[in-house]
């Protein structure tokens, strides 16, 4: 478990990579700072790829004929056709991602909550919107995780995300020696990690690798990555996680104290005082202690590399 693949996640340029916001400046987050050196980034500025250069004047959504369109107000520019064919090129040129980090509140990389304004004015008549670029973006790739810089604060969120994204990359090497064995090795080290996400499409997938519909290889892949993927999108319920974990408790001799601990770190976890990670940890250390391979193998307890593994907080608790 001390060895992670890279997954390959795109990040919108501007955070923490250059300086091509429309004022010259970079995002600030302390979040992709982490996350980089584990990461194979691919990324691009829409608005710098369009012409609009750096500095720019500002551009924003609003509501024209009952379309929203990407405008320009200083110069009364219509960008909404050509940001539309850029992001659409640039979809189909990316390839495979693991997940997508982009500018929040960006009328060309926001995924929700963006502005709309009435035409040619500065007042907004929505917060409804989402960028020009991200939708595009998202349709193309509608089974990846996408979140911004804001909400990877909010560590349960960010636990998810990371989860998913390095799980997504352990696939796809899996997915490269393409074997049937490779496949029911796969399921055997995330069933408690899947066990966690979602009950009904972990034993879905143990269906898929017992093969009984006798699939052949391409097929058993194939239906076992959608499974996988919708496993993967749902968030772990705090009882599920719980359930994961008492089980894991039952493989350990321990003593009255450390096992008492250990229950106090569980409650604090379901009231939202402790992030997922912490129990996580304790019992990734036991399973070293006591040598219990079954559990070392598992990814539910170590689903991402250590180093980023952060218990600070925007505040919002467990809200998604």
Request: aromatic share 10%; with cysteine; net charge negative.
């Amino acid at each position: 478990m001390s060895e992670f693949p890279r997954p390959r996640l795109f990040i919108s340029r501007c955070i923490e990579l250059e300086h091509c916001r429309w004022n010259g400046l970079r995002v600030s987050s302390d979040v992709v700072k982490l996350i980089k050196p584990y990461v194979d980034v691919v990324t691009t500025c829409p608005e710098v790829e369009i012409g609009l250069g750096v500095p720019r004047d500002p551009i924003h959504l609003e509501m024209i004929d009952r379309r929203v369109r990407l405008i320009q107000p200083a110069t009364g520019k219509d960008l909404t056709e050509v940001m539309d064919d850029f992001a659409a090129s640039y979809a189909v040129e990316l390839g495979d991602v693991d997940g997508a980090i982009l500018k929040n509140r960006s009328p060309s990389c926001g995924l929700s909550g963006i502005k709309i304004h009435a035409p040619g004015s500065k007042e907004s008549i929505s917060t409804k919107g989402i960028g020009r670029f991200a939708a595009i973006l998202s349709e193309h790739y509608p089974r990846i995780p996408f979140e911004d810089e804001g909400r990877l604060t909010n560590y349960t969120i960010r636990e998810h995300f990371l989860t998913q994204v390095f799980a997504r990359a352990r696939w796809r090497e899996v997915h490269q020696i393409g074997t049937m064995g490779a496949l029911v090795d796969f399921q055997a080290r995330n069933k408690m990690l899947l066990l966690a996400h979602s009950e009904i499409e972990m034993r879905q997938l143990g269906s898929i690798v017992a093969n009984h519909d006798h699939l052949n290889v391409a097929e058993a892949y194939a239906a076992y990555e959608e499974h996988f993927y919708n496993a993967l999108a749902q968030v772990p319920r705090p009882t599920a996680t719980v359930n994961v974990l008492m089980h894991a408790l039952g493989y350990f001799d321990l003593n009255a104290t450390e096992k008492g601990y250990f229950l106090e770190c569980l409650d604090d976890y379901r009231s939202g005082q402790l992030p997922l990670s912490v129990p996580q940890a304790i019992i990734h250390i036991w399973s070293i202690r006591f040598q219990v391979d079954y559990l070392l193998q598992q990814t539910f307890f170590a689903p991402y590399p250590e180093d980023l593994v952060q218990i600070t907080d925007s505040g919002k608790g467990r809200s998604f």
